[in-house]
Every structure is written in C-alpha cells, then in structure tokens.
C-alpha cells in the first residue's frame, strides 16, 4: 500500500466525450491507499453526461469497514490526548487548503452530482465556513468551575471525545454536510470512519485528501467506498459488535428509523438528519413578488433534491389565483441544463438514474393521490421537452418541473416526500388553518411563512412543529453557525452545525476533587443553616 501523502492521482484510460480524466479511486485507511479486499469495484458517472465515467472505486466489503475500525480505534488515544488549540490548527489547515482549491472542488461536484456551478460553490463554502469556524473552538471547547457545598474541595465540568464515529452521509451535498460531521467530531478528539456516497466517491476522495494534507494524523479519518446496503451497513453492524461509539447519519427517514434502533438497543449516541415535507405559508398581508421568488426556489432549487426543499405550498384563499399567475409563470420559464456548458441554468439533472426512478415514482403517487397535475411531464427527452432545456436530453437524468395543486390533507402526497423537482400545493382559509396545515404533516425539518403581519409571523416561529423556520424567506438555506435538524420524523432532535453540534461529539465529564484529606459526604456533611426566629408582627407596617 502506498500513503496518500506520497502519490499523485492515478488516472485510467477513457472516452469521455468531454475530454475530462477518470481517476483511480482508492480507500484510505490509515492514511494508506487500499482497494477493496475482496477486488470488488464500482464506477461513478456525470448524471449529466452518462457517458462521462469520473472513475472506479471500492466496493467495500466487511473486512475494509473493520480494517478501517481498527485503524479509528489504534488512533484514538493519540489523537484524543493532542491538544485541543493543536487539533484546531489542523482544522484550520482544511479550510485554507478548500479555499485554495476552492474552484477545483466546485466544478469537481458539478460534474459528478449535476448542481449547478453557484450551488456547488455555496457547498464547498459551507465545508470552508465550518473550518475556520471550528478551528477557534479549539481554543474554547469550555469545561466550568462549579462551588462545591463543602469546604476544601473543587468541582470540574469537561467535555471528553465519544471515540470512534460512524459518518454516513448522503450525496446531494457532498462537502457541506461530511463537514458538518466529521469537523466538530475530530475537534472533540474523537476519530472517524467515513462511508462516502455511492454517488459522490471522487469527491469526497479529493476532500479527504485535502484533510490528510493539512496535517491530520494517520487513521484519523478513515474513507471507505460502496453502497449504503454494504459499507453503510456494515458500519451500522458494528455498533451491535461494540466496534463504533457513535453513527452520525443523513438520509431516509426509514433508514434512518433502523440507524436509531440499532443504536438504541446498544446504548450508542446517534445523529439522525432525516427526511422533510417542508411547508411555506403565504399570507395577504406578504409581498407576492417576494413570496413567489422564495417558493419557487424553494421547490426546484437544486432539482428539489434537497431535505429542505419545499413540499407543502400552503396559499391563503384570498391571493391564490394572483400567486398562481405569477408562480405558474416563472415555472414555465424555468431553464434546465448541465451548469458546466450552459449559462443561467436553475437546477441540472438528477443525482442518478435511482434518484431518477425513485421520483417519478413519487410524480405517480401524486397522480393516484388524487392531485391535480397542473405541470410537469416526467423524464426530459428530446422528444418531450420545456421550451427552456438547454443541451441533448438523451446525455443525463433530466426531468420537468412538477406543479400539483387541490391537495388536500387527506391525500398521500400531502404526507410523503418527493424527493425532486416537484411541489404540492393547497388552499388555506385563514392564519389558522395554515398553521394547522403546516404541522399537519409527519415531518417537521423546515418551514417558512411570507407575511408582513407581525402577530402573524409571531404566532406561526411560535406555533410550527419544526427544527428550523424562515419570516419571508424559503424553506431553504442555513449558515455555518446556526444548528440545522428537525423534530417529527425528521430527525431525533440532534443538530449538525453551529456550537450545539458539540453536544453530539462528546459527553461531559464531572470531576469531584476533594482537597480536605479527609471524606466529606455531599448532601449528608453540609453544615446546615438555621433560620432565626424572631417576634414580629410584619402586618402592622401594612
């Protein structure tokens, strides 16, 4: 094996019609490249040009996910014992090295997931944000001095590393949210093993060559390749064979319930970043213009492939028909592309071909709901196309935005997720009944509301049921130091991002230090003070 430090990229030989490389792609585990143990090999594609092969990867069986374990654990002393102001440097390090290959990695994930170019770079930003916000928490990362109720004696809080953590996370942000995971884990000393998206492989080989690069010791961080149901599962088995001290997960809230019942069963600490149908509420009372920008990028931003995405379109009576008009018209104009050959493209193709299958399944689910199919005509071909598609449609996964509108509460697809460019929409009476709407749903990650009604924007932040609400804004969109997560099925109350991810990478740490020389008992050696008493009539001064 060789260290990813001391080699190049290995690059195949290929046909790609856009002239572009395809990489040999290895795990890293311990710092050493290493394929999977059994030969096994999987291929990543440009969802916008099939024919466009990125590279070949691992295809991890059991023994590369233990081998990577081994390595986590053999590390995690040494790396937990490292000071905390040093493994912040480290940190910092990463930031600074994504910034200098900041457009490199930005076209890198346009090309193997199909996000725009602007989308990808607010991804990659994201994981740089992370960084350098972490990195000065290495010299923070606070424990407290607590008054101990008996003489001589001192009191400590600290904050101790779980050890070693499962990542599991999905492709549609490749950067941000492995960030998100790993950068707050290894700040509190724990290590990782990192189980990359089948459908982003190259990227997140380059990211964590980029961490080796910037100083992060051997088997820190440790990347394994292959499908959720292989390496993924076999990340998640671990836990029953006591191999894994936390699994940090985004994804299906399905998958996401098992995660949870593995871990729960073993006591181990899990982070769940599930599903969401997400509702935005428009008011009379809201700038329309605004609320239709915020909607409609709500809903197809990223082909609607975002766990934040707009679901539920909640219009209250009085402004629907005005509303519709403007949105219907800025759906129709929508323009869809490959971002790296076309200019002004809203959202690209699926992430894949499953991704693919899986929502136009939903589409039919809307249908026998019993929805209104206003817009929207499945897969784009050449054939069957929006007046503003941009390229050949037989290259990618490209699909019509979908307008459903007369949803109603009782209908499935008020319920279900679908997980692309596709939004529900329904008919409020009044704040009440929005409000009722929006909760109505068995998800709760994120929420908006356009109003201009104070008491109203009051009552909806006050009365929703979700992990994140925007006041004329989408449902999309979060910074770096603010906590991302949902309640309901959405997630099981964890935040990534921002201080409060701390709280899931490590456990406090009570420390009693009794400096007296002798055994003081807490609750039964306290000196008691009495209360005088004394004979005062207080009334009389009344």
């Not at 009782?410 to 692309?420: I, L, N, R, S, T």
């Not at 460019?421 to 009044?430: F, G, N, R, W």
């Not at 009944?433 to 994120?446: I, V």
Request: with cysteine; hydrophobic share 40%.
């Amino acid at each position: 094996m060789v260290h990813v430090l001391e080699t190049g990229l290995e690059f195949l030989t290929s046909n790609n019609p856009n002239g572009k490389p395809s990489v040999k792609g290895y795990n890293i585990i311990n710092g050493q490249l290493s394929l999977a143990s059994d030969g096994g090999s999987f291929t990543s594609v440009n969802p916008a040009i099939l024919s466009d092969t990125l590279g070949e990867f691992p295809l991890s069986t059991r023994e590369d996910v233990h081998s990577a374990l081994d390595a986590a654990h053999a590390a995690f002393p040494g790396w937990a014992a490292t000071p905390a102001p040093t493994r912040g440097q480290i940190i910092g390090n990463m930031g600074r090295l994504l910034m200098e290959h900041k457009d490199a990695i930005v076209a890198l994930e346009t090309r193997e997931i199909g996000k725009t170019l602007k989308e990808s770079a607010g991804s990659v930003q994201e994981a740089i944000d992370t960084c350098l916000f972490f990195q000065s928490e290495g010299r923070r990362l606070y424990g407290q001095t607590v008054n101990s109720e008996l003489p001589d004696k001192e009191l400590f809080t600290y904050r101790r590393p779980l050890g070693v953590c499962g990542i599991i996370n999905a492709c549609n942000f490749p950067a941000a949210v492995p960030f998100w995971k790993m950068i707050p884990a290894i700040m509190c000393g724990n290590t990782c093993v990192w189980k990359s998206p089948q459908d982003a492989p190259l990227l997140s080989f380059a990211l964590a060559r980029i961490m080796h690069e910037a100083g992060l010791p051997n088997g820190v961080i440790n990347l394994v390749h292959g499908k959720g149901s292989g390496a993924g599962q076999y990340l998640v088995d671990a836990v029953d064979e006591g191999r894994v001290n936390k699994i940090s997960f985004t994804g299906s809230t399905e998958v996401g319930k098992m995660i949870g019942e593995v871990c729960g069963r073993n006591l181990v600490s899990c982070s769940l970043e599930l599903g969401g149908k997400n509702p935005l509420v428009v008011m009379p009372s809201a700038n329309l213009d605004n609320a239709v920008e915020g909607a409609y990028w709500g809903a197809f931003g990223t082909a609607g492939q975002r766990c934040t995405s707009l679901g539920n379109l909640i219009l209250h009576k009085d402004i629907y028909d005005e509303f519709m008009t403007k949105f219907m018209a800025k759906v129709e104009s929508t323009t869809i592309g490959d971002s790296l050959a076309h200019e002004g493209v809203l959202y690209g193709p699926m992430l894949s071909e499953k991704y693919a299958k899986d929502f136009l399944s939903g589409v039919e689910m809307c249908k026998a709901s019993g929805a209104n199919h206003m817009f929207g005509k499945g897969r784009i071909t050449s054939d069957n196309q929006p007046a503003h598609f941009l390229g050949t449609a037989e290259d990618g996964v490209f699909m019509w935005p979908h307008v459903f509108t007369d949803v109603t509460e009782d209908m499935e697809c008020f319920h279900e997720e679908v997980f692309g460019p596709a939004v529900t929409i329904c008919k409020a009476e009044d704040f009440d009944h929005a409000l009722h709407l929006a909760n109505a749903s068995p998800y709760g990650l994120s929420s908006a509301i356009y109003t201009n009604d104070r008491l109203e924007a009051y009552r909806y932040k006050t009365g929703i049921k979700a992990g994140m609400t925007g006041i004329n804004n989408s449902t999309t969109g979060a910074e770096a130091h603010l906590p991302f997560g949902g309640v309901k099925g959405s997630g099981n109350g964890t935040r990534e991002s921002g201080i409060w991810v701390i709280e899931a990478y490590s456990y406090w740490h009570a420390v009693n230090d009794e400096l007296s020389g002798k055994l003081q008992l807490a609750q039964m050696d306290v000196e008691e003070v009495e209360m005088a008493e004394a004979d005062v009539d207080w009334t009389q001064l009344a």
